[in-house]
């Protein structure tokens, strides 16, 4: 498995932006796909972005598409999630994850998780 360790949340105003960080650790990190999730309060974890090993793809919600870009950097063994034009409804928990196999966007298709970065935006 991959240790991982996001970093970057806090707290920012409607439309603003911020950059969610997340390093791996352990495995080689170019062997996994990584998706970003989230978790709003009393809701389910739900899909936010994926990209495949090579960062040659990249998929993303409906809700967040236009708005976020997820990259990766397998040389530092980070991936990353720019989010632009910050809504409220952003708000939650923000967790970063790999997937031995392809970019899913079904969280139990996910071996290894981070702890989690707060990203609070305020209206």
């Known amino acids: 498995q991959v240790q991982l360790v996001e970093s970057g949340g806090g707290l920012v105003q409607a439309g603003g932006s911020l950059r969610l960080s997340c390093a791996a650790s352990?495995?080689?990190?170019?062997?996994?796909?990584m998706g970003w999730f989230r978790q709003a309060p009393g809701k389910e974890r739900e899909f936010v972005a994926a990209?495949?090993?090579?960062?040659?793809?990249?998929y993303y919600a409906d809700s967040v598409k236009g708005r976020f870009t997820i990259s990766r950097d397998n040389a530092r063994s980070t991936v990353y999630l720019q989010m632009n034009s910050l809504k409220p409804e952003d708000t939650a928990v923000y967790y970063c994850?790999?997937?031995?196999?392809?970019?899913?966007?079904?969280?139990?298709?996910?071996?290894?998780w981070g702890q989690g970065t707060q990203v609070t935006v305020s209206s």
């Open positions: 994850a790999a997937n031995a196999i392809i970019p899913a966007h079904a969280a139990n298709e996910y071996d290894s």
């Open positions: 990209i495949t090993r090579s960062g040659g793809s990249t």
């Open positions: 352990g495995r080689t990190f170019s062997s996994y796909a």
